[in-house]
């Protein structure tokens, strides 16, 4: 039964165990390709969030850079209009016009600024000549360029600068000093809460400070993801963090989630194909025993039926003429029947019990009757076989609820097995008593013995044990387990105890839950 149990083994192992490992290690390999892409397309997606708030920033300074143009260059201007402007925008601190030649500058102060002056602003424009020129070449192109130029000296004021549409088609310059704080508060802070969501933490960072000017939320300079240059803050970055956590995190988590399931599914896989292993070797046991017992029943039935037919045949031509000879062979025929009808009953009630056909006529019987009853029939068959025998009982024992035929054949099993595997000591013992659980019945013998291993499948169907006197004594496998069967069915137990070479002490217990 070994090589077949082995060649299912391989073929189990490479059509299913082989292929499922290999797939779980292409993809424990390809999980990390996996998540650097997931990697990429967050940090694609985080870009995207900060390119949108950057390019709202500019947009809200383009407007600012067309309300300037119209107001300066319509047909009616008046300076209030301007200051109505400088009002609405209070981060916007002063405006400023001039010329290509940076001669005749206009500043245009908002009411609570103060020292923005017309040389202030020439400072800082005498070294912005050749950028002056390239904005007004943008313009001559239609591209009205905005052009950050940093913090406005030692004040935490920026400077933008821009061309100008005049109506003569001159190349002024125009100029917005604003303060960012108020900038980000009063004009970005809107659009990051709504481009943040409930996923993202937005924040803007003073690189110079180190500092944190705005966030959504609050969080530290370490936990920022990514950070980005604002286009018209120079010295200012957006930075963005997903609530969830990093990118590292969440990949991590996600790879030893993937890697957690897969190793789930392979485990469950593998006990899947252990339980389909286990179940086929099982089968293939079962089918052996069967084989076996087909064998040995074959023998037990060939057997009696060979001497009932030699006997009988010499009879039937009257080729003997001694009585004594002719009871001799009628006691052999005899015996030999009732071995055959036992043998043939035996695997009939093992069938019925099998198919849960088998019938039982519970009443109240004396378990000392039921002994007595097969030892008075059996006594002959014992003494025959040179076996003698000890019987004790305790005085007073309770009835029990049986079928009286169904445990007759228990304890018949019983006896047959004590002769059968006696090894030289032809005695053995029965004892009937009571115990904490109920009423039992106990036969001692001093034979052969059954190792440890083998005690706890002797009551299997078929099985039989391989080694020893055991194994060559014939018989079909069914009598112990029919045994077991009978006990299951009378909610009582059959137990062994036994010791190679000193012997075996069957017990038929019968428990309480059958009241008498």
Not at 458 to 466: G, H, L, N, P, Q
């Amino acid at each position: 039964m070994q090589k077949p149990i082995r060649k299912i083994s391989l073929i189990i192992l490479l059509i299913f165990i082989l292929p499922i490992v290999v797939f779980f290690i292409y993809q424990f390999a390809s999980l990390n390709e996996t998540e650097k892409e997931i990697n990429e397309i967050y940090t694609q997606q985080l870009e995207a969030i900060l390119y949108s708030v950057n390019q709202y920033s500019e947009d809200v300074i383009s407007s600012w850079v067309n309300d300037i143009n119209t107001i300066l260059y319509s047909t009616n201007f008046q300076k209030k209009n301007i200051k109505n402007f400088l009002r609405e925008n209070n981060s916007i601190k002063s405006i400023f016009v001039f010329e290509n030649t940076l001669s005749n500058i206009s500043v245009f102060n908002n009411s609570d600024t103060k020292n923005i002056s017309k040389n202030t602003i020439q400072k800082i424009l005498n070294d912005k000549k050749p950028l002056i020129e390239k904005l007004q070449n943008y313009l001559e192109v239609g591209y009205q360029k905005i052009e950050p130029l940093g913090k406005f000296t030692s004040n935490d004021l920026y400077v933008c600068l821009f061309p100008l549409h005049t109506k003569e088609n001159e190349r002024d310059i125009g100029g917005i000093i604003f303060n960012p704080s108020q900038f980000i508060k009063e004009n970005l802070s809107g659009k990051i809460s709504q481009t943040a969501g409930d996923k993202f933490v937005l924040t803007i960072l003073n690189k110079y400070e180190n500092e944190i000017l705005h966030s959504t939320e609050n969080i530290t300079i370490d936990k920022i993801l990514l950070k980005k240059p604002l286009w018209l803050l120079p010295g200012l970055s957006l930075g963005i963090k997903m609530k969830s956590g990093s990118i590292e995190e969440l990949t991590s988590q996600r790879f030893y989630k993937n890697l957690l399931i897969l190793a789930s599914l392979l485990l469950i896989l593998i006990i899947g194909m252990g339980l389909i292993y286990y179940n086929l070797r099982k089968e293939l046991r079962l089918t052996q025993l069967k084989s076996d017992f087909i064998s040995n029943v074959s023998h037990e039935l060939r057997t009696p039926l060979s001497l009932i037919s030699m006997y009988s045949e010499t009879l039937a031509l009257s080729r003997i003429k001694d009585e004594e000879k002719k009871k001799e062979y009628y006691s052999v025929i005899h015996n030999e029947a009732n071995r055959l009808s036992k043998i043939v009953n035996s695997v009939l009630n093992f069938s019925k019990i099998e198919a849960g056909i088998k019938k039982y006529n519970f009443q109240s019987y004396s378990l000392l009757e039921i002994n007595n009853d097969v030892l008075n029939t059996y006594d002959y068959h014992i003494k025959s076989k040179g076996f003698s025998y000890t019987f004790n009982s305790a005085k007073k024992i309770k009835n029990i609820i049986c079928d009286k035929d169904a445990i007759s054949e228990s304890i018949i099993n019983l006896i047959e097995n004590a002769i059968k595997y006696s090894n030289g000591k032809k005695e053995f013992e029965i004892i009937i008593a009571s115990n904490k659980k109920g009423v039992y019945w106990e036969i001692k013998d001093f034979g052969v013995g059954i190792a440890s291993k083998d005690q706890t499948k002797i009551f299997d169907k078929f099985y039989r044990v391989s080694s020893g006197l055991i194994h060559n004594t014939k018989g079909t496998g069914l009598g112990l387990s029919l045994v077991k069967q009978i006990m299951d069915a009378h909610n009582g137990d059959v137990t062994v105890k036994s010791s190679i070479d000193i012997g075996s002490t069957f017990r038929l217990q019968f428990n309480k839950s059958f009241p008498d």
